[in-house]
């Protein structure tokens, strides 16, 4: 981890000139955030997100600290694997290689709903978009010198108990509950980044799955926990939450330092120093995230649903 014992800040990310950066979900938010702090440092970041107006305008924001930018964009909407596939092919037909895939974006649904592949949303976008398109970006990761995926997730479902039922992926056998849903995707999220990892051992490449959580940050994102929730994140109130709560900016750091971080290793957890909030340091996952077996249940069933396989070889 190296010995560093000052707070990681974005003053330590290292120079990116020269490398090319995906992130998901980055026209607002913490992928925003993240984006701009990878574009400050020269790396030419993939603006992959659903709708292209908000991700110009975010492209101008980050222009505004960071003006030689370069910022393509590419469609991608996670709850589509129409979209993920056309999105895969458009970033093989322009670039030889990635450096850096940052699995962002995520949703929650309050009430259950289901994606154009039949999929319960919330799980359908925060982890089988994700899956497919990190399998059908392997190659063009592979292909870069030291090429790494990170996954974001979030700290209770990572590192709390058991969230996730492979049996029941699409929520129909028991309650729909928004959080609980939100809840296994991410655990499904964490439980798959250090499956890649696993697979990723012995094949020779420098290629590394790492895993971050934001802790709780004031994002836009809260407006999915409901009006009420959405109420306490107005900027107007949130100085009353500020003891439990932590800026965009500081959120985005662990993911940040998962990303850049030259002492980063495979496997990584990154997220604050306190339960919700502080600086980036290493974070200790659940038994359960890291069970190999409920892992490869997981990952099976994800490649039957997304038509998705992942070439290692």
Same mark, same amino acid.
């Given at each position: 981890?190296?010995?560093?014992?000052?707070?990681?800040?974005?003053?330590?990310?290292?120079?990116?000139?020269?490398?090319?950066?995906?992130?998901?979900?980055?026209?607002?938010?913490?992928?925003?955030?993240?984006?701009?702090?990878?574009?400050?440092?020269?790396?030419?970041?993939?603006?992959?997100?659903?709708?292209?107006?908000?991700?110009?305008?975010?492209?101008?924001?980050? %222009?505004?600290?960071?003006? &030689?930018? =370069? !910022?393509?964009? $590419?469609?991608?909407?996670?709850?589509?694997? *129409? /979209?993920?596939?056309?999105?895969?092919?458009?970033?093989?037909?322009?670039?030889?290689?990635?450096?850096?895939?940052?699995?962002?974006?995520?949703?929650?649904?309050?009430?259950?709903?289901?994606?154009?592949?039949?999929?319960?949303?919330?799980?359908?976008?925060?982890?089988?978009?994700?899956?497919?398109?990190?399998?059908?970006?392997?190659?063009?990761?592979?292909?870069?010198?030291?090429?790494?995926?990170?996954?974001?997730?979030?700290?209770?479902?990572?590192?709390?108990?058991?969230?996730?039922?492979?049996?029941?992926?699409?929520?129909?056998?028991?309650?729909?509950?928004?959080?609980?849903?939100?809840?296994?995707?991410?655990?499904?999220?964490?439980?798959?980044?250090?499956?890649?990892?696993? %697979?990723?051992?012995?094949? &020779?490449? =420098? !290629?590394?799955? $790492?895993?971050?959580?934001?802790?709780?940050? *004031? /994002?836009?994102?809260?407006?999915?926990?409901?009006?009420?929730?959405?109420?306490?994140?107005?900027?107007?109130?949130?100085?009353?939450?500020?003891?439990?709560?932590?800026?965009?900016?500081?959120?985005?750091?662990?993911?940040?330092?998962?990303?850049?971080?030259?002492?980063?290793?495979?496997?990584?957890?990154?997220?604050?120093?306190?339960?919700?909030?502080?600086?980036?340091?290493?974070?200790?996952?659940?038994?359960?995230?890291?069970?190999?077996?409920?892992?490869?249940?997981?990952?099976?069933?994800?490649?039957?649903?997304?038509?998705?396989?992942?070439?290692?070889?």
């Amino acid at each position: 981890m190296g010995s560093k014992t000052t707070p990681w800040t974005a003053a330590d990310i290292p120079d990116l000139n020269g490398r090319t950066a995906i992130v998901t979900g980055a026209s607002g938010g913490l992928g925003l955030e993240t984006a701009r702090r990878l574009a400050e440092r020269g790396a030419r970041v993939v603006m992959a997100c659903r709708n292209a107006e908000k991700a110009a305008t975010a492209a101008e924001s980050i %222009r505004q600290t960071a003006p &030689g930018a =370069e !910022l393509p964009f $590419v469609e991608l909407d996670l709850a589509s694997l *129409e /979209s993920v596939r056309k999105a895969a092919v458009r970033v093989h037909d322009e670039f030889g290689q990635i450096d850096l895939l940052v699995n962002n974006a995520g949703t929650l649904c309050r009430e259950r709903s289901v994606t154009v592949d039949g999929f319960e949303t919330t799980f359908g976008t925060n982890y089988l978009g994700p899956f497919a398109f990190t399998g059908l970006m392997l190659d063009l990761v592979r292909a870069a010198p030291a090429g790494r995926v990170v996954t974001v997730t979030s700290g209770a479902p990572a590192q709390k108990g058991l969230w996730l039922d492979v049996d029941d992926l699409a929520y129909e056998r028991r309650k729909y509950k928004g959080f609980r849903a939100y809840a296994r995707s991410k655990q499904a999220d964490a439980v798959f980044a250090y499956e890649l990892q696993r %697979r990723l051992n012995g094949t &020779g490449g =420098e !290629l590394i799955s $790492v895993l971050a959580h934001p802790g709780a940050a *004031e /994002s836009d994102f809260a407006s999915n926990f409901g009006p009420a929730v959405a109420f306490l994140a107005r900027p107007s109130v949130r100085w009353m939450f500020r003891f439990f709560m932590q800026s965009v900016e500081m959120g985005a750091l662990p993911t940040l330092r998962a990303a850049t971080d030259p002492g980063v290793r495979g496997g990584d957890f990154y997220g604050p120093i306190g339960a919700t909030k502080g600086y980036p340091v290493p974070n200790e996952a659940s038994a359960a995230t890291r069970d190999p077996e409920l892992a490869a249940r997981l990952w099976a069933e994800s490649e039957r649903l997304t038509g998705v396989a992942y070439q290692f070889g």
